[in-house]
């Protein structure tokens, strides 16, 4: 018998389109990568998305999406591991093919592992209020962000 996946509660959904932008971003590190792109042209967009997408979705799951559960569950505090990992390695001097592919790995897991265990998880046992302030509190979600120095796309 299959099963079919949990529809996402509306309150959840601007950050759920959130994590496809931010798949986006990773599929752009990939991209540029396999291009043999310097670099520093990369890391200056992971800075950039980090500044106006990454860190604002991270504070509004943390501020606002967490507390549905209990600060000692294991998802939340892996997610809450992640947020910081996913800082440090971003903000790391010197960024390079081996650093970016970590950065751009990491992100992709977190983002699934939100998607696939802890949202699931949180609206299956959040109250009604619970998610009307997750809505009230973010009911607009960033979008994909221009960059005008788009090293993902080939030239050939």
Not at 25 to 48: F, H, M, T
Not at 54 to 82: G, M, R, T
Not at 83 to 106: A, D, G, P, V, W
Request: glycine share 0%.
């Amino acid at each position: 018998m299959e099963t079919k996946p949990l529809k996402r509660h509306p309150a959840l959904r601007p950050l759920s389109k959130e994590h496809h932008f931010s798949l986006l971003i990773c599929w752009k590190i990939r991209r540029g990568l396999e291009l043999n792109i310097d670099p520093s042209r990369i890391a200056k967009y992971l800075i950039y998305s980090w500044e106006n997408h990454l860190s604002k979705h991270f504070q509004i799951e943390e501020d606002y999406v967490f507390p549905v559960l209990s600060s000692s569950n294991k998802l939340i505090l892996d997610a809450i591991a992640d947020h910081k990992t996913l800082k440090r390695l971003i903000f790391t001097e010197n960024h390079n093919i081996k650093s970016l592919n970590r950065i751009e790995e990491k992100l992709e897991s977190h983002i699934r592992m939100e998607e696939r265990q802890l949202f699931p998880l949180i609206q299956s046992v959040a109250t009604d209020s619970q998610m009307e302030i997750i809505n009230v509190k973010h009911n607009h979600p960033i979008h994909e962000l221009p960059w005008e120095d788009e090293f993902w796309v080939s030239k050939s």
